[in-house]
């Protein structure tokens, strides 16, 4: 993990590998970005000049390296394109610097050192830059550069950037402070998730999986509890059984609850962890499997925001849920027909074994409920109609309350993660009406994403406010790294999490 220090100043003085400077879009060329003040002062005041011939602009993800004069003791600059640059008075915006820093970030890849000369104002300013710049200091090289034939160091791939300084940030400011350090576990977890989302699913099982959970709990004080699929079928979980059983991977239900003792609030999280999603008998076709291991991101992202709940001590209690199964296609897997009795005792015609997140989501949401928390809220890569609504950046926001919502999507809009609400129409229901059972796991084809909402609504304990992000666009990238986002796993819906966590210790959310 890299490593994050503050440093009010000191640009041109500091021994690092690299100062970050920012580039803003100007009306008459590039403008250099306050915070390189010194930096631009080496170039004898002429930087924005020296960018321009160089063909920068101040575009978002633009990247000018430049060899440092006389006067700096870092021997590279590396101006990063900010975009517009603010309103008089007013200043740049989070994910402007969160991005910036990430890009930056990602083009140091193999560099060691580099300090973060970029127009930090505030705390939160501090915040994003250190978020951007950690969350795009990420590399997955797990299985990169083992061979055995490989001629000593150099064959392997280049490693991320160790360590980060923000310049602008002053390390005895409680605000500024609390911000770094914040970011550091944030960050730490985000990765952990991409870790995990990027894991091929031959390493990643259920079994594996809720051993990372096992493990990570203790380090962390969150108390672990794990249903294998003995424990799964003495209670009658025939969801997570049902779309586990076609594979030699058996399921598991994941529970790992961080409690705070003066917390008077109960946030509950439930992930969708489908390790490798093949569709099962319904198989699906070439093209649309070979990501699937993504399959497994919701779950991802409520054991990161537990663990970074506990990590920063919030004042609330975090439970969280991995429903983890694999969905494969075998003699013994579910048949398009079946009928699953669920954990809540409601039955389930599988017309579609690709539809299987819902069915693992609803057993662990009955089971959520059974603890009466004051809201839950199902995290999943649940349905490719929400990708072709929402598009691959952003997620959707369900929920049985407005207000949820709502405050779920300004939650998601303050942490620069977009998102947007979606309705719950209740007309989608009557397609899932099943001749056989009480409820089919497949409706109308359109609005589908909609109709898998509705779906989970009826496992959620009566009273409850429950919202559901489906997050199947946003959670695997797979066009060129942008901002802080590389390629594969994202980690998305983790800091909206961690935010909704916070506002909900600070008695800020009903
Ligand atoms: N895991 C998929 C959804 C998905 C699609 C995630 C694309 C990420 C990217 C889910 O299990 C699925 O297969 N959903 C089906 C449901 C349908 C059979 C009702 C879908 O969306 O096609
Ligand atoms: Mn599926
Ligand atoms: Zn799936």
Known sequence: MTALTLKPDGAATLRTDAVVVGVAKGAKGPTVAPGAEAVDKAFDGKLAAVLQTLGASGAEDEVTKLP???????????????????????SYGSEQ?????????????????????????????VAAVAEGALLGAYAFTTYQGGEKTAK??????????????????????????????????????????????????NDLTPESFAAIATAAGKENGVKVEILDEKALTKGGYGGLLGVGQGSVNPPRLVRLAYTHSKADKTLALVGKGITYDSGG?????????ETMKCDMSGAAAVFAAVITAARLGLRVNVTGWLALAENMPSGSATRPGDV????????????????????????????ASEENPDAIIDVATL??????????????????????????HDVAGDVGEAAWPMPLPADLRKGMDSPTADIANMGERMGGGLVAGLFLQEFVGEGITWAHLDIAGPAFHEGAPYG????????????TLVRLAERTADGDLG
């Open 68 to 90: 440092a004069p006389a006067g700096l003791k870092a021997p590279l600059v590396l101006a990063v394109g900010l975009g517009a640059a603010p309103e008089k008075g007013e």
């Open 97 to 125: 610097l969160r991005r910036a820093a990430g890009t930056a970030a990602r083009a140091l890849k193999g560099t060691a050192k580099a300090a973060f000369a970029l127009p930090v104002e505030s705390a939160g300013d």
């Open 152 to 201: 000593g160091a150099g064959n392997g791939p280049k490693q991320p950037l160790a360590d980060v300084t923000v310049l602008g940030g002053k390390p005895r400011d409680k605000a500024h402070k609390a911000a770094a350090e914040r970011a550091v576990a944030l960050a730490a977890e985000i990765n952990r998730a991409r870790d995990l989302i990027n894991m091929p699913p």
């Open 281 to 289: 008998i319904s198989l699906k076709p070439p093209g649309h499997n």
């Open 340 to 367: 699953l009795r669920m954990y809540s005792g409601k039955t389930v015609e599988v017309l579609n074994t690709d539809a299987e997140g819902r069915l693992v989501l609803a057993d662990a949401i009955t089971r």
């Open 383 to 408: 349905t490719g109609a929400m990708v072709l609504a929402l598009g691959n950046r952003t997620f959707g926001i369900m929920a049985n309350d407005d207000a949820f919502r709502t405050a779920i």
């Open 484 to 495: 802080y986002t590389p390629k594969g796993g994202t980690g998305s819906g983790i800091r």
